[in-house]
Structures are given as C-alpha cells and as structure tokens.
C-alpha cells in the first residue's frame, strides 16, 4: 500500500461496509504501517473505527468516526501531549472494486516527537459528496474521531478545525479533529461528477 502523493496537513458505515473484505485488508495494512512505525522507533497507535460516516453538523462536519472508549482514550492522552503536534499526515488510499466505496487510511503525524496515529477510513462517495464538495471548495477535511460513549450526544457547540480534543465537561461530547489540508488524496477525479455514481 503507497501513500498518495502531496502535502497533507492537518455515523453511519452500514454492516456490511464493516465486515467487507477490502475493509478488513485495509486494517491488516494499517496494523503493517502501524507496526513499521513502531519498528523505526515512533510511537503508533492503531484506531479500528465502530462506525465512519460523513456529518453535516455545523459544529462536525467532515468525516465523523466512532471509535472504542479505550481508544479514544489513548487519543485524547496523545493529543493532550503539549510535545505533540500533528502537522502532516500521509494518506493511503484505494476505490473497493466495482462499487462508489472509497476506503482510505490517514496517518496522522508529528514527525518531532515520532508520533503517528493510523485512522482506517470507509465511505460510499453518493453519500458523502456533500460533505467532500465543501472540502474541496474549501481545501480542507475535516476527521473527527468520537468515542463509542458520545454516539447518542446531540449537543452542537463549535469545535476548532486544528487538531485538537474538545472538551467542555461532558465525556459525552468530546472528539478529537484532524485536519487535512489537501482532500482530492481522498477521491477519484470522477467521484465529485454530478449524477450517482455506477
């Protein structure tokens, strides 16, 4: 699996979105990439999202992802690091054959403290193009990752678009954004045409 070429800088997945095999290949190789990073002496941590979808909310609009408690646990230590910042990512990416399904996978990096995080992403192109549109027109994608205990939060305060936990007291609604500076490294040319795609 090779990274898309470019500076990068920083629900809803049906079932059988989750259990597809190209969706279980790419956590293999995000597990490979993980480890690689380990071996060269970074310290990576492997997200395997519950959910992913596109959000229109105004407060978290971009990809949404719904991770483990203890995931986002080990997240939210991390980004609360105040020696770590993610600055560049590197996005691995590839369409699933013969469908509108994109599956990506976005590590997330901070290159002075030797620090990544690998977010696996799934989304079906039909329904996330308003969502890939606006980040197009304006130059950035937006991950949120959320714990599985913030699913049913419906509260709707801003959140910064720079990397970064929210937090306003209610375990319940806190998320942590990556943001990615060039979002074609997550298309195909063709997936933003008008009309459903074939």
Known sequence: MSPRSGPDHSPSTDDAATTDPSWTELLEDAASIADEY????????????????????EDRFGFDVLVSDAEYGLLETLVENDDV???????????AAGTDRRLALAVERDATSETAVCVPLTYAVDEARPVLETAVL?????????????EDSNDTEDSDADTSAKDDGDDSDQWVTFSHGDPSLFLEESDLETGPTE
């Open 85 to 95: 910042t993610f600055a560049d990512a590197e996005v691995y990416y590839r369409p």
């Open 38 to 57: 380990r071996e060269d002496g970074w310290d990576a941590a492997l997200l395997e999202p519950i959910a992913v979808s596109p959000s229109e909310r």
């Open 138 to 150: 304006e130059g950035e994608l937006l991950v949120h990752v959320r714990s599985a205990g913030s």
